[in-house]
């Protein structure tokens, strides 16, 4: 079903598309960005889906600007503006000759409609054409299911969730996110589902956690996967303090760190979030140290080194930051500005008896010298087209060095 709609996609973004369609191949924007600018919000990165396989797009882009990634689906890595897209081929069908309900091998191209029916949920799988300026919708419920605000698995629920049960987490981000309801169907087949999770390799789920960690909808998120008991088997330790005063509060530091971000006060940060899902629980467990403390919450997942590093450095200075003597040098540390922005939070929330702002500056100048810019985990929309091609090598260059395995790419320079 073809629908004319327009949506304000940048022009950028449009441009690689239409690089694509020079080139005699489709493309589509794909995934989050449909959804996103359907329910009036800025979607936080674009998807782009194709016919070229990710060696004929990687020559479209030339080889400097791009690389090819992944191994259960290979997809190509686009640098762009300073940004990375994600440009994937269309998916078919799996292979017909495995038995295992799990998909474990996905590098099996398609059409743009096969492509769409692998997705997972009606309204993650609209296919926005920029050029005609119309969305596909070819499961024919994404739209509707979008104005209604329900999460309906494609296909067979439960077969989708055996498939690859980190589509139950995707399903509760959604519920989290928009506020979405769950169809009756896809409910069902996930509360029977659930213990499959435990199928989900711990590195994918890891990355979900890092994710949540940088968005800022993790405190709905919380909730909704302990209203549907998913939180048991992905955070356990913090599912089994539910409604204890720490949970509690660990719940509002979260919430107040997230408007802060949204309302970009905070720069968007990894450590920060894991120093305020901790904090709470430090007072408690302070015998077996900090680094124990993280792991402990976040175990059966893991957090990379950097991350649970910087997040310990701002807990040790949330103590010696409330200390009666005033010690100025810690105004240099490494964290001190994250540290600052958690005393003002709990500050905020009438966790402290002074005025940490009136205490501490916000700037450290010595640290300040080696930091990158703040950089908005939003494409920025600023100077992009004056940056000169020594300006790009560079961004790329830094892009290359962020990104892991995990694709860390919004780890601020503290973390
Ligand atoms: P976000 O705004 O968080 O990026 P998203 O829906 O775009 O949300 P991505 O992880 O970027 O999430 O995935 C892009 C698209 O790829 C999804 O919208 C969905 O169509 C498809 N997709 C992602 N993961 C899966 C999966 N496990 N199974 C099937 N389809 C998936
Ligand atoms: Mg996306």
Request: aromatic content about 8%; some cysteine; overall charge neutral.
């Amino acid at each position: 079903m073809r629908i004319k709609h327009f949506l304000p996609v940048e022009m950028d973004i449009c441009d690689v598309i239409l690089e694509l369609h020079d080139a005699g191949f489709e493309a589509y924007i794909v995934g989050g960005a449909v959804r996103d600018h359907l329910l009036g919000r800025t979607p936080k990165d674009y998807d782009i889906s194709t016919s070229a396989t990710p060696e004929e797009a990687r020559s479209v882009f030339g080889r400097k600007r791009s690389r090819i990634i992944g191994k259960r689906f290979r997809l190509l890595h686009l640098f762009h503006h300073g940004d990375i897209l994600e440009i994937s081929t269309f998916r078919g069908k799996p292979d017909k000759d495995s038995k295992m309900a799990l998909v474990t091998d996905d590098n099996c191209y398609g059409s743009a409609e096969e492509d769409a029916f692998r997705r997972d949920f009606t309204v993650n799988a609209l296919f926005y054409d920029p050029m005609t300026e119309e969305i596909i919708d070819f499961t024919g419920k994404g739209m509707e299911d979008i104005e209604k605000g329900v999460v309906r698995a494609i296909g067979n629920p439960a077969e989708r969730f055996a498939e690859d049960p980190v589509r139950m987490l995707r399903a509760l981000k959604l519920v989290g996110q928009y506020d979405f309801y769950l169809d009756s169907d896809t409910e069902n087949a996930l509360f029977r589902s659930l213990p499959l999770i435990k199928q989900a390799s711990p590195s994918r789920l890891s990355l979900e956690l890092e994710k949540i960690l940088l968005s800022i909808y993790g405190d709905k998120h919380f909730r909704v996967f302990h209203d549907y008991g998913f939180l048991t088997y992905f955070l356990p330790e913090i599912d089994s303090r539910w409604g204890s005063e720490e949970a509690v509060r660990m719940l509002e530091l979260l919430t107040e760190r997230n408007y802060r971000v949204d309302e970009k006060l905070y720069r968007n940060s990894m450590s920060l979030a894991t120093a305020v899902i901790a904090l709470p629980f430090i007072r408690e467990w302070s015998k077996i140290g900090i680094r124990n403390v993280l792991g402990k919450i976040f175990r059966p997942l893991s957090l990379v080194n950097r991350v649970s590093e910087a997040a310990e450095r701002v807990l040790k200075l949330q103590m010696l930051m409330t200390a009666p003597e005033i010690d100025r040098s810690l105004i240099d540390s490494p964290g001190y500005a994250h540290a600052r922005e958690l005393l003002l939070i709990r500050h905020a929330l009438g966790e402290l008896d002074f005025d940490p702002a009136a205490v501490w500056p916000p700037g450290n100048p010595r640290n300040g010298k080696n930091r990158r810019p703040v950089k908005s985990r939003k494409r920025s929309r600023g100077n992009k087209n004056k940056r000169g091609d020594a300006g790009k090598q560079d961004t790329r260059e830094k892009l290359e060095k962020n990104i892991h395995e995990n694709d860390l790419r919004f780890i601020d320079s503290e973390e």
